[in-house]
Every structure is written in structure tokens, then in C-alpha cells.
């Protein structure tokens, strides 16, 4: 068996660790209160040179109501995920767990690409990138000191191995299938989103609800589109690191009520906004919400079924 519980030293790793979970936290519910309140960073209108009141008064102000259904989502996303790294430095990472290590590594990878993926269409949102490489940097300090067992012995396997049996047999087990099948779900929904805002930036759906087609887009501003992009790109890489960290979480965490406690918020805030904000703005089309829907009574009766095994754990 392998042991995953090699040692990370050093308590200023976990410090700057917990800075990057705080930084997304607060980002993420800064972004959430733009989107609702329906307001644009000062940038952005730079960019377009046009306030989002004046692109409200364009087409019902769908345009609109369309970027912010992106936007709200984005930051529950990013919420999300700081909050899992915050639990990742407070529990596993400050015992020592390598799992956890590797799980910032590769969430993290995922979530920082992201960021950047929309430069490839054209919008070089300087103040937004100067902020990502500074919480780049900051995120980087916090992985410095990884033990030399994590790298050379035990290394990645670590992610392999679940930290508790599993058994569909048991209520807390059939549970965890749930929680690990969303996780798994919002990496490989994530994954599209991140390309179409690299590339075509619209589906159907999301077009109907406008009530317009690209060519008017361009027509109406030729800078709108790359600033959509921008956010879906943005918002693609976020819920794939959201889902990676999620999934290590579940199959690596050992049982707790912290841990529990933390999903549980991670949902009601991931799943809260990416479908309360639909209704909101009337994006209500069934294939575009069915994924999420389903998704989010998957992680309700994942939490359900384990929550006898996770707040029994620390008793």
C-alpha cells in the first residue's frame, strides 16, 4: 500500500497557500456581486467604450443579462475552488498528506490555464493579468517545499488511492459515488466550455436566447465578442479546476465533518449560482440546464447519504 502520508514541510508553505484560497474567494464573490448587481469592471467598458447600461438598452438588455448569467456562474465556480484549497491547508496539508500537495498542483494547472485561454482571442485584459500573476506567484510559493518522499517515492500515485474502502453496498459508499461522479461531471463539462470560448464562444442555445446572431454581434460592437469570450473561456477553466479538486477531495479526504461541512458549502454556492442564476435572467432553455440540474441533485443526495459516515468520523 502506499503510504501518502508523507510530511510537507514548513508552515509559510500552507501560509501562502491559504492567501491564493482567500484571494479566490474574495474574487470569486466580487465577481458574483457585479453579475448580480449588473455592472461592468471600469476595464471592460474601456474596452468596449460602452457602459453596460448603454448595452442594456440593445436587444432587452439580453446581451446583458447574458454575460452576467457568465459571470455569476464564473464566481461561484472560483468561490468553490478557494474553498476547497482553504480546506486542503488547513486539514491534509497541515498533517502532512501528500494527496493534497498534488491535488493544489494539478487543480491549480488546470484553473491558471484557464485565466489565461481567452488571450487567444483577442482580449488582453491587462489589469485581470497582472492580478492572475500575482496570485500565480503566490500560489507557486505555497508549493515550493513539497517533502522529498511526495516527489520521489510516492510522487502522483498518491491521487490513486481512496482513503477510505469503497462499497456501493453502504449508504455513505453509494454517496460518494455521487459527490465523485459530479466531480468528474464538472471536469468533463468544463473542458467544452473552456474551448467554445476559445473558439466558436456560442451554442445555439445561448444565441436564441440573445436573440442575435454573431455577425450582428460583431456589427454591434466588434470588441463584444472577445469580451464574452474572455468570460467563458475564464469560466470553462474554472469549473475544471473546480471539479479536479473537488474529485481529489472526495477520494483521497479521509472522512470528517470539516470535510463534509466544506462540500456542502461548495455545492450550495457552485450549484446555487450556476442554476439560480438562469431563472434569474430568464436563460431557462431545458438542454442547456439539464446537465446542471442533474449535477446538482447528484451532489444533494451525495451529501445526504454521507452525512451520517462524515460527522460521525471525528466523534
Not at 91 to 101: D, F, T, Y
Not at 264 to 293: Q, R
Request: proline share 4%.
Amino acid at each position: 500500500m502506499l503510504n501518502c502520508s508523507s510530511k510537507i514541510e514548513g508552515s509559510r508553505s500552507r501560509f501562502f497557500v491559504r492567501v491564493t484560497a482567500l484571494a479566490l474567494i474574495l474574487s470569486g464573490v466580487f465577481a458574483i456581486f457585479l453579475g448580480i448587481t449588473g455592472h461592468f469592471l471600469p476595464h471592460d467598458e474601456r474596452f468596449l467604450g460602452m457602459s453596460a447600461r448603454d448595452l442594456c438598452a440593445l436587444h432587452g438588455c439580453r446581451i446583458v443579462h447574458f454575460m452576467i448569467h457568465d459571470r455569476v456562474s464564473f464566481g461561484g465556480a472560483v468561490t468553490a475552488t478557494g474553498l476547497l484549497y482553504l480546506w486542503l491547508a488547513e486539514s491534509p496539508l497541515r498533517r502532512g498528506q501528500a494527496w493534497a500537495w498534488w491535488t493544489l498542483l494539478l487543480s491549480g494547472a488546470i484553473g491558471f490555464a484557464g485565466f489565461f485561454a481567452y488571450l487567444g482571442y483577442g482580449y488582453f485584459d491587462s489589469w485581470h493579468g497582472l492580478a492572475t500573476l500575482a496570485l500565480l506567484l503566490c500560489f507557486l510559493f505555497g508549493l515550493t517545499t513539497p517533502s522529498r518522499t511526495c516527489n520521489s517515492r510516492v510522487g502522483i500515485r498518491c491521487l490513486l488511492q481512496p482513503a477510505v474502502p469503497w462499497s456501493c453496498r453502504s449508504m455513505a459508499g453509494l454517496g460518494r459515488v455521487c459527490l465523485s461522479a459530479t466531480a468528474i461531471g464538472l471536469m468533463v463539462a468544463g473542458l467544452p466550455i473552456l474551448v467554445v470560448g476559445m473558439t466558436c464562444v456560442f451554442v445555439p442555445q445561448d444565441l436564441a436566447y440573445m436573440g442575435v446572431r454573431v455577425e450582428e454581434l460583431h456589427a454591434l460592437n466588434p470588441r463584444l465578442v472577445p469580451l464574452i469570450a474572455h468570460d467563458r473561456a475564464g469560466f470553462g477553466g474554472a469549473v475544471c479546476s473546480c471539479g479536479a479538486a473537488l474529485f481529489a477531495c472526495v477520494w483521497c479526504g479521509e472522512p470528517s465533518r470539516s470535510l463534509w461541512c466544506v462540500l456542502a458549502l461548495v455545492g450550495a454556492i457552485g450549484f446555487g449560482t450556476a442554476v439560480g442564476v438562469h431563472p434569474a435572467v430568464g436563460y431557462n432553455d431545458v438542454v442547456h440546464l439539464a446537465p446542471a440540474v442533474v449535477g446538482a441533485i447528484a451532489y444533494l443526495m451525495g451529501l445526504l447519504l454521507t452525512f451520517r459516515q462524515y460527522l460521525s468520523a471525528d466523534k
